[in-house]
């Protein structure tokens, strides 16, 4: 790393490439489109709704890897962040 | 014992055709008794880049539809008489062959040879089935681009799927200078995302295209620096270690004022 690169906050092309390849490899690799995630996502979202008010904007839903014990090296994982704005009152 | 090795890689232009020539040329002068076989249906390129275009008669179809025999097929190199030729046909499509068919041929090819290359068509149709159909171990070429490595990625998915485990890596195209200013993926960066084991690194390199002009593979030319690439490769295709190649010429702050001053007289 030279100094200009030390001081300058702008990630280096090859680490732009390095982070979009991992992504979309994730993505080839259990043969999930963005589209079924968005569609995904917007069933997550009416579930979630019925019990709880949630941040839509600041929800994060994608698909990453994980390491496992079971199976050999990393799996696929769905990973949800999803922040809660308050509970509904529900009906038992 | 003999081995079929497949040169494959997914996306087009990342230097299977290269890779094929150079290792089979290299595989020769290591005095082993070698085939390479252009599987590149209807788009052969092998030929030019050996330098034996002028030398075709038969071709591949015709071995395999039976109009000639092997012997009369195959095309002796012009610098080993060790290394022989197997073109494609121009004119017919990639179905014109079956994978049972090239299964048979190669395991005909085995009983003469010591090395089968085997060079592999772009895409994951029916010619890379046909191309790994005989094959024993698959060598993925790929460069440090976005789109190549996730076509490689692709393409050792399918591998794995045709038993054909434990791929390994040609990573083609390196530009040191690149890598050094962070716009360019390092070997480490690809062999991490594609969890492959590494066969070798060649760099970017002018002699490839000047090799290709002559049609004499860059691994017979002693001052060309991917030549020296595809020697190691060579190498440890015959099972010995020899360490991956350092690609910067001038590193080291005492190399740099050294080239300063030598710049300077």
Same mark, same amino acid.
């Not at chain 1, 030390?6 to 390095?18: H, L, Q």
């Not at chain 2, 200013?181 to 480490?188: F, K, S």
């Given at each position: @790393?030279?100094?200009?690169?030390? #001081?300058?906050?702008?990630?280096?092309?090859?680490?732009?490439?390095?982070?979009?390849?991992?992504?979309?490899?994730?993505?080839?690799?259990?043969?999930?489109?963005?589209?079924?995630?968005?569609?995904?996502?917007?069933?997550?979202?009416?579930?979630?709704?019925?019990?709880? %008010?949630?941040?839509?904007?600041?929800?994060?839903?994608?698909?990453?890897?994980?390491?496992?014990?079971?199976?050999?090296?990393?799996?696929?994982?769905?990973?949800?962040?999803?922040?809660?704005?308050?509970?509904?009152?529900?009906? !038992? | @014992?003999? %081995?079929?090795?497949?040169?494959?890689?997914?996306?087009? +232009?990342? +230097?299977?055709?290269?890779?094929?020539?150079?290792?089979?040329?290299?595989?020769?002068?290591?005095?082993?008794?070698? $085939? @390479?076989?252009?599987?590149?249906?209807?788009?052969?390129?092998?030929?030019?880049?050996?330098?034996?275009?002028?030398?075709?008669?038969?071709?591949?179809?015709?071995?395999?539809?039976?109009?000639?025999?092997?012997?009369?097929?195959?095309?002796?190199?012009?610098?080993?008489?060790?290394? #022989?030729?197997?073109?494609?046909?121009?004119?017919?499509?990639?179905?014109?062959?079956?994978?049972?068919?090239?299964?048979?041929?190669? %395991?005909?090819?085995?009983?003469?040879?010591?090395?089968?290359?085997?060079?592999?068509?772009?895409?994951?149709?029916?010619?890379?089935?046909?191309?790994?159909?005989?094959?024993?171990?698959?060598?993925? $070429?790929?460069?440090?681009?976005?789109?190549? $490595?996730?076509?490689?990625?692709?393409?050792?998915?399918?591998?794995?799927?045709? %038993?054909?485990?434990?791929?390994?890596?040609?990573?083609?195209?390196?530009?040191?200078? !690149?890598?050094?200013?962070?716009? !360019? @993926?390092?070997?480490?960066?690809? *062999?991490?995302?594609?969890?492959?084991?590494?066969?070798?690194?060649?760099?970017?390199?002018?002699?490839?295209?000047?090799?290709?002009?002559?049609?004499?593979?860059?691994?017979?030319?002693?001052?060309?620096?991917?030549?020296?690439?595809?020697?190691?490769? *060579?190498?440890?295709?015959?099972?010995?270690? $020899?360490?991956?190649?350092?690609?910067?010429?001038?590193?080291?702050?005492?190399?740099?004022?050294?080239? #300063? #001053?030598?710049?300077?007289?």
């Amino acid at each position: @790393m030279d100094l200009f690169s030390f #001081f300058s906050r702008k990630p280096s092309s090859k680490d732009v490439a390095k982070d979009r390849l991992k992504l979309v490899l994730i993505h080839d690799r259990v043969n999930c489109s963005t589209q079924v995630l968005e569609m995904l996502k917007t069933d997550i979202i009416r579930v979630i709704s019925n019990y709880m %008010e949630i941040d839509e904007e600041e929800l994060d839903i994608q698909i990453t890897q994980t390491e496992t014990e079971s199976s050999n090296g990393s799996v696929p994982m769905l990973y949800a962040n999803i922040p809660i704005k308050s509970m509904r009152k529900v009906q !038992m | @014992m003999s %081995e079929v090795i497949v040169i494959t890689s997914g996306k087009g +232009g990342v +230097g299977k055709t290269t890779t094929s020539a150079n290792l089979g040329t290299g595989l020769a002068m290591a005095g082993k008794k070698v $085939v @390479m076989i252009d599987a590149d249906i209807g788009l052969r390129n092998l030929d030019v880049i050996m330098g034996l275009e002028n030398r075709i008669v038969y071709d591949l179809i015709d071995v395999i539809e039976g109009n000639c025999r092997m012997k009369q097929a195959l095309i002796r190199d012009k610098r080993y008489d060790n290394l #022989f030729l197997l073109p494609a046909a121009q004119t017919k499509d990639k179905d014109a062959v079956s994978p049972e068919q090239m299964n048979k041929l190669c %395991e005909s090819l085995k009983e003469e040879y010591d090395y089968i290359i085997i060079d592999c068509p772009a895409g994951i149709e029916q010619g890379f089935k046909n191309a790994i159909a005989g094959a024993d171990r698959a060598v993925v $070429v790929t460069t440090p681009e976005v789109s190549a $490595v996730r076509d490689a990625d692709r393409i050792i998915g399918l591998l794995e799927a045709n %038993e054909l485990k434990n791929p390994i890596l040609i990573l083609n195209r390196i530009r040191v200078d !690149m890598v050094k200013r962070g716009d !360019m @993926m390092a070997m480490d960066d690809v *062999t991490e995302i594609l969890a492959i084991d590494i066969l070798g690194i060649v760099p970017d390199d002018e002699s490839i295209v000047i090799s290709a002009n002559k049609g004499e593979p860059a691994v017979t030319d002693p001052s060309s620096k991917a030549g020296e690439a595809y020697r190691n490769i *060579t190498q440890r295709v015959l099972g010995n270690n $020899v360490p991956l190649m350092d690609l910067d010429v001038d590193k080291g702050l005492l190399n740099k004022i050294k080239k #300063f #001053f030598k710049n300077g007289n």
